[in-house]
């Protein structure tokens, strides 16, 4: 059974910091392209990072470049979300994905989301 599981979010005041983690059991982690999410109240869930199987590729939104940094521990089975200069804007719950393509099939694994709040 895959189980992705998020934690490290809370309430943090603009301009703060808050590091997301997310641990994978029941899948070969090196085989999956990681990435975080986020969706808002009354919004759409967007995609703010992905990372490659090796960790070699990351792509954000521009809304996140130069404030959020994504990474991967292969070790560890986890995949992080660092998040700088924090806004109220990306007060949202994040969650984490885990895909796979082999051939035609499509292999996607979500988390449980985490809430992070930027408010003063």
């Known amino acids: 059974q895959v189980k992705l599981v998020e934690s490290g979010g809370g309430l943090v005041q603009p301009g703060g910091s808050l590091r997301l983690s997310c641990a994978a059991s029941g899948l070969t982690f090196t085989n999956y392209a990681m990435s975080w999410h986020r969706q808002a109240p009354g919004k759409e869930r967007e995609l703010v990072a992905v990372?490659?199987?090796?960790?070699?590729?990351?792509n954000y939104a521009d809304s996140v470049k130069g404030r959020f940094t994504i990474s991967r521990d292969n070790a560890k089975n986890t995949v992080y979300l660092q998040m700088n200069s924090l806004k109220p804007e990306d007060t949202a719950v994040y969650y984490c994905n885990a895909r796979q393509y082999i051939g035609t099939q499509t292999y996607n694994y979500w988390g449980q989301g985490t809430q992070v709040t930027v408010s003063s």
């Open positions: 990372i490659s199987t090796a960790g070699g590729s990351t």
